[in-house]
């Protein structure tokens, strides 16, 4: 006689989905396309922090300094870590109470991989065709399962949510990586199936207007690529800067691209700046400070960072020193997966 685990109901505003007792709650309501926020889906970063109004939850793996004792004494949990223990109503505060709304259903897919190309220093394009379309918005992400040991990896979608079909993904070189140095660097290729999971991510356009500064570091660049693409789409005269930053010119990729955005939008300017090694044909130093150099004020602007965690912090600090109003400033700590 065989058993069968419970499902239990959990309730966020109008909506009620089923989730398994293994099953994260994050999990659960973006796999009924129901959207939560959520960002790094590791417990790491607090984005997806809820309220448990009612019903019993298993934290398991939440660290202490995202969700301390007294935030779990006070009914909090982390929504990409917590499992349900009995059937659950739950609540969102603040700017994060519009959850709720329709989003695109993560899935589960395979697809095959169609390009593996070095494109930069220990910096490779990787192209998976999928045997359906993913339906995301440009800017999210997608976790890729590394054969065999069932470690997953984060990594942004070039995208825009016309291509639907072959993901594009940068992919930066981490020495001992599970994934980089162990995986794609080193047996993957052409023709390979992977294991794909997606959509995630709130990174991703809002409804605001005006001009648009964007700043990636290394690899962060992916997703601004896709973002800078759908918001000129929308709005073909929108001002658009996007800054690259890097250690050296080895490093720089996709500049022909780039310049072919900018032949064709008057308002998009692309500007590399190399950090550590100078180039007399490249701009030097932070491409933070490139931006402040730049522009004498981004009042009315929105801004978007993504990369490490101390350079998404300099922009931050960037982009209100110019007075960008905090709202439209929008963020993805960048850490490259290994």
Request: net charge negative.
């Amino acid at each position: 006689m065989t058993s069968t685990a419970p499902t239990f109901g959990a309730a966020l505003g109008d909506r009620t989905v089923p989730c398994g007792p293994d099953q994260p709650l994050l999990d659960a309501f973006l796999r009924a396309g129901v959207w939560m926020p959520n960002s790094c889906n590791q417990g790491t970063c607090g984005t997806c922090k809820l309220r448990v109004v009612r019903g019993d939850v298993d934290h398991r793996d939440s660290p202490a300094d995202t969700l301390t004792a007294a935030e779990r004494a006070a009914g909090l949990a982390l929504a990409c870590q917590a499992r349900p223990r009995s059937d659950l109503t739950l609540a969102l505060d603040g700017p994060a109470a519009a959850a709720g709304r329709t989003a695109h259903p993560l899935r589960d897919l395979v697809g095959t991989v169609v390009e593996l190309a070095d494109i930069a220093r220990d910096t490779r394009r990787l192209r998976i065709a999928l045997p359906e379309p993913l339906a995301f918005d440009a800017g999210q992400y997608v976790e890729l399962t590394v054969p065999g040991s069932g470690v997953r990896r984060q990594y942004s979608l070039a995208n825009t949510a016309d291509v639907d079909k072959v993901l594009e993904l940068h992919v930066r070189l981490v020495p001992g990586g599970a994934a980089t140095a162990g995986w794609i660097f080193d047996s993957l290729g052409v023709d390979d199936e992977i294991e794909v999971t997606g959509p995630f991510g709130d990174f991703v356009l809002d409804d605001a207007e005006g001009p648009m500064v964007m700043i990636g570091g290394g690899t962060g660049l992916a997703p601004l690529v896709g973002l800078a693409r759908t918001a000129l789409a929308r709005d073909p005269g929108r001002e658009i800067h996007l800054y690259h930053g890097v250690r050296g010119a080895a490093d720089l990729y996709d500049g022909d691209a780039m310049a072919e955005l900018a032949a064709r939008y008057s308002g998009f300017r692309f500007v590399p700046v190399l950090s550590h090694e100078p180039d007399p044909d490249h701009r030097s130093g932070l491409p933070t400070d490139a931006f402040v150099e730049d522009v004498p004020s981004a009042r009315g602007w929105s801004g978007w960072l993504c990369g490490p965690p101390a350079m998404v912090d300099a922009g931050v600090k960037a982009f209100k020193r110019r007075r960008m109003a905090p709202r439209l400033i929008h963020r993805e700590n960048f850490t490259p997966a290994c």
